[in-house]
C-alpha cells in the first residue's frame, strides 16, 4: 500500500492498518486520529505535526521515524519502537508507551503529561524540557540508565494497561 491509497481508505472509513509496510512515508500533517498501526513497520516516516490522537500504534516499528511535534495524546503505543526518533515538541499526554524502545529519542520540550512508561527504555534519549508531570514510572530505564520505580507500589500487578 502507498502513502496516497492509505489517505483514501481512511478517507472511507477504513481505521484498521495494522502490520502495514510503509517505510520513509512521508505522512507529514497527515490527519489520522483513531487509525489502528499497530505492528506497522514506518522505519524513517516523515509524521511530523500529524494528527495521531487516539490512535494504535502497539509494537510498531518507528525508529529512526520523525514525529516532531506530532499530535499523539491518548495514543497507545506499548512496545513500540521509537530508537533514535524524534519527538520533539510532541503531544504525548496520556499515552500509553508501556515497554516502549525510546533508546536515543529526542523528547526535548515534548508533552508527555500523564504518560504511562511503565517498563519504557530511555537509555540516552534527550528528555531536555520535556513535560514529564504525572508520568508513571516502574521499572523505567531513564537515560543515565538508572531505573525509576515511582509508581510500582500503586499496583500489585504491572500491565500493559494505562
Not at 44 to 61: G, M, P, T
Not at 86 to 105: E, P, V
Amino acid at each position: 500500500m502507498k502513502v496516497e491509497q492509505l489517505k483514501a481508505a481512511y478517507r472511507l472509513g477504513q481505521r484498521d492498518f495494522s502490520g502495514l509496510y510503509l517505510p520513509k512515508a512521508d505522512l507529514h500533517k497527515a490527519h489520522l486520529a483513531e487509525i489502528n498501526l499497530s505492528q506497522a513497520y514506518l522505519y524513517r516516516a516523515i509524521l511530523s505535526h500529524a494528527h495521531l490522537e487516539r490512535a494504535f500504534l502497539n509494537r510498531a516499528i518507528l525508529a529512526e521515524a520523525n514525529l516532531a511535534q506530532a499530535q499523539l495524546f491518548w495514543t497507545s503505543l506499548i512496545e513500540a519502537d521509537f530508537c533514535n526518533a524524534n519527538l520533539t515538541k510532541a503531544i504525548l499526554n496520556h499515552t500509553n508507551l508501556y515497554g516502549a524502545d525510546l533508546r536515543r529519542t529526542n523528547l526535548r520540550h515534548a508533552h508527555l503529561l500523564g504518560a504511562n512508561l511503565r517498563e519504557a527504555n530511555l537509555i540516552d534519549a534527550c528528555i531536555d524540557y520535556a513535560d514529564l508531570r504525572s508520568a508513571r514510572f516502574c521499572r523505567t530505564i531513564m537515560p543515565d540508565s538508572s531505573i525509576r520505580n515511582d509508581h510500582c507500589h500503586r499496583h500489585s500487578q504491572v500491565s500493559s494497561e494505562s
